[in-house]
């Protein structure tokens, strides 16, 4: 197997050889799998195909695995591409000693490689290289190897004004500044001191002068430190944030008892790294001491600036990486929630003054009929908003009504409660759904493309009707990013962020699978083996020469190769078409399994599709051969159980108290059913119908200890929540599902900054996630935040 990295360099076998041995082991999997895996991928297939598909070959890795896989293995590829390339500099240097060859070879994470690069990187020119050319280099090397040298005596010899060494007091800051760089340019000093920053540092933060009115969003983080190993990602997205807008000013530093030592554990520890414990007696020579300033000019002067950036950056892209995990599984869980399946919905698509945009639709989504009614402010059209939803029903035999959660949502929804009241022959349903993302899709091209003649915000309640249909279908419209499931989402890596989410975007497609003959292009652009081009040639196809009469025919559509057919063929179903398994998961490939499975039992797949009682007296291991192993068998066999089976739950929808309409409308103590829409490491946001999402905070989810609010509540589950306090003035709700829990969260004037639950002005932040029932400091106006982003 020939590996190359992304820029099409070619990988020799050693390198090749290393990736394959540090994915096995950092992803607990076996040499064998991991290669297989790395093949499969470098052929152009996807991970859904992989992980369904080719289970045999890879030893059943699954898609989690797989895409870690597919993360990492990018990294190693452009970490083997840098080490050749360090390697070839220094040899071209006459540099490349067998020790430091060894060194680099052995290396395992680029950070260490560019350490032990450091003191052959070309640079500029330095101040330690202008001191070199003025001769200085011996005069650092005889204080360095001479105990008994006086460094004032020694660097009179040296003064060369021509050079510019202009007295002696230039030449020890000349030889000062190359045993300097020659210090901070160590590899194990690097790594010895990096470690013990990140194991013992602590960020202090403090508020920019004359910025503490214009970052009163910030008041939290004034006075503020904490360690660096235990910072949570959103605290440090938000300090970030406040540097980023010259409120905050951030440092990285020791507990503060230990910053007043003498000397600076810091400085002691280059000491001790370089051979020069002893500098730091009490009864020491003018050398020792000359020494003992040119450990601390490195640390202050080169080391601590370095290290500063470069934690600062470790935790800005492990805050990224949460941030972005946490928003990934938000979005599968949005992506994948039950659907409500082939009914007729009305979409409501709330507003006031602007009136309510009504869109009814079909089983299949087919847009039927459209029309705005102004039963609000400041027409107040109540009759005749009623008599027009009841026509539009009554014609097109709808089922459904969804109401989006935006503005006057809940307004909207006693607009469908009347409705169905007054007309119960009617047997309508209402329920309630997350616009999250409709306004994106309304002005979008492919929206306009959709819709041309339609206005922009009818378009809306098309979207909102459509999502109750089906979540999936619809969601797959709009950028991942707009639908707002995240934390502090634009500040991270918006490549990394925008590859996670079309990964799970992907996956959701392919594990739930997708009718040829009803997707739309941006639901068969995220099938396995299909990009936008095919999409539109089978749509293209399809509106041309009608449904699909099996997946045969897909061979028929231009462009649609052998490749594609491979990787896409299993996802893609064609219900009521010429052969029943082209509406299951059983992939084109391994129909003569299923051929000799039906011969065995002497009868047709039509008798058995459906029929778990049909397969009783014979098992998978019976038909095994060199190509279907075991697991591909199994899958066959269940699929033939119950074929083209949906991974999603069961659709069922939270009931709104009547009665509680604004956040006037609560009080302390209230039982309320909401529904969670967003789900962050400090809790959740739950819908209560009130306008404003409240927080549950992640110590209020349950009586046991959470480390991981997902382990509790996921986007989109039903919950039974508590009101524990309500802030008017700041628009803030705080609740429980300790639903037996009385306790109030701490309020400013209780001795402590807001919702913080520590002494005002700072101090140390450990532990605040736990028992504490309200949001940590700059948290609790997310909630805001987060309700502004939905609507």
């Not at 041995?21 to 996807?46: F, H, M, N």
């Not at 009623?386 to 029903?393: D, F, G, M, Y």
């Not at 590859?499 to 009803?518: F, P, Y």
């Not at 509790?712 to 309500?726: I, L, N």
């Amino acid at each position: 197997m020939a590996m190359v990295t992304d820029r099409g360099e070619a990988l020799d076998t050693q390198a090749q050889s290393r990736i394959i041995a540090q994915l096995a082991e950092e992803l607990g999997a076996r040499p064998a799998q991991v290669s297989a895996a790395v093949e499969l991928l470098d052929d152009g297939a996807t991970v859904p195909f992989i992980a369904r598909y080719r289970k045999e070959v890879t030893g059943g890795l699954d898609d989690t695995v797989l895409r870690n896989l597919e993360v990492r293995l990018e990294y190693l590829r452009d970490m083997e591409s840098r080490r050749a390339a360090i390697l070839a500099s220094i040899d071209q240097q006459g540099k490349l000693t067998p020790e430091l060859k060894d060194a680099l070879t052995a290396a395992d994470t680029k950070q260490r490689l560019e350490d032990l690069y450091a003191p052959y990187k070309p640079k500029r020119r330095t101040r330690a290289q202008i001191a070199r050319e003025a001769g200085l280099e011996p005069l650092a090397d005889a204080i360095l190897a001479d105990p008994a040298i006086d460094p004032q005596t020694a660097a009179a010899t040296y003064v060369n004004a021509e050079a510019g060494v202009a007295d002696a007091k230039a030449a020890l800051d000349g030889a000062r500044d190359i045993l300097t760089e020659r210090f901070s340019e160590n590899a194990e000093v690097l790594e010895n001191l990096r470690g013990y920053l990140w194991s013992t540092g602590l960020v202090y933060s403090k508020v920019a002068e004359g910025k503490e009115a214009e970052g009163a969003n910030f008041r939290d983080w004034f006075d503020f430190n904490e360690p660096l190993r235990t910072l949570p990602s959103h605290r440090v997205l938000a300090m970030l944030r406040g540097r980023q807008q010259g409120v905050l000013e951030l440092r990285l530093g020791l507990e503060p008892e230990l910053e007043e030592q003498l000397p600076h554990p810091c400085v002691a520890r280059v000491a001790k790294l370089v051979g020069l414990d002893g500098v730091f007696g009490l009864d020491v020579s003018p050398r020792q001491k000359w020494l003992g300033e040119v450990c601390r000019w490195t640390w202050r002067v080169k080391l601590l600036p370095s290290f500063e950036t470069e934690n600062l950056a470790r935790l800005r892209e492990e805050a990224e990486t949460e941030a972005i995990r946490v928003f990934a599984l938000n979005l599968k869980d949005l992506l994948l929630a039950a659907p409500a399946g082939p009914k007729a919905v009305l979409g409501l698509d709330p507003g006031i003054r602007t009136g309510v945009k009504v869109a009814a639709i079909d089983r299949t989504g087919k847009l039927l009929d459209t029309a705005t009614v102004y039963p609000h402010e400041p027409r107040r059209d109540w009759d005749g908003s009623i008599e027009t939803l009841a026509r539009i029903a009554r014609r097109h035999q709808i089922e459904l009504i969804a109401i989006g959660n935006g503005t006057a949502s809940r307004e909207t929804e006693k607009l469908a409660a009347d409705l169905m009241k007054r007309y119960p022959d009617l047997n309508l349903t209402r329920i309630v759904v997350s616009e999250a993302g409709a306004s994106v899709y309304s002005a979008s091209e492919l929206a306009a493309t959709e819709f041309p003649e339609l206005d922009v915000s009818l378009r809306g309640a098309v979207s909102i009707a459509r999502r109750l249909q089906d979540p999936l279908a619809e969601l797959v419209k709009i950028d991942p990013k707009s639908i707002g499931v995240g934390q502090y989402q634009h500040d991270v890596n918006q490549r990394e962020l925008a590859r996670m989410l079309d990964s799970v975007v992907e996956d959701c497609v392919n594990a739930v699978g997708v009718d040829v003959n009803t997707a739309s292009v941006p639901l068969l652009t995220r099938v396995s083996g299909l990009n936008a081009a095919l999409a539109k040639n089978i749509v293209s196809w399809r509106d041309q020469n009608g449904a699909f009469p099996s997946r045969a025919k897909l061979m028929d559509v231009p462009r649609f190769g052998d490749k594609a057919f491979e990787q896409a063929a299993g996802f893609l179903r064609v219900a009521d078409g010429d052969n029943p398994l082209d509406c299951s998961s059983v992939h084109p490939e391994a129909y003569p399994v299923v051929e000799r499975i039906l011969a065995r039992l002497q009868t047709e797949i039509r008798e058995v599709i459906g029929n778990r009682a049909a397969l009783k007296g014979v098992s998978p291991a019976q038909f095994t051969d060199e190509r279907f192993g075991l697991p591909t068998v199994q899958d066959i066999f269940s699929e033939l159980e119950k074929p083209g089976r949906d991974p999603r739950p069961e659709f069922k929808t939270a009931t709104f108290q009547d009665g509680v309409e604004t956040l006037n409308d609560l009080r302390q103590g209230m039982i309320l059913e909401g529904v969670v829409t967003n789900v962050a490491n400090f809790g959740a946001f739950v819908d209560i119908g009130v306008h404003q999402d409240g927080l549950v905070h992640i110590s209020a989810l349950s009586e046991k200890f959470v480390k991981d609010p997902r382990d509790v509540v996921r986007v989109g589950q039903t919950v039974k929540v508590k009101v524990q306090e309500v802030d008017l003035q700041r628009q803030r709700i705080a609740l429980t599902m300790r639903l037996n829990d009385d306790s109030v969260p701490a309020r400013r004037g209780d001795g402590g900054s807001a919702g913080t639950g520590r002494p005002a002005g700072g101090g140390r932040g450990r532990g605040r996630d736990r028992g504490m029932s309200s949001p940590p400091p700059g948290e609790s106006a997310m909630a805001a935040a987060f309700a502004k982003l939905k609507r």
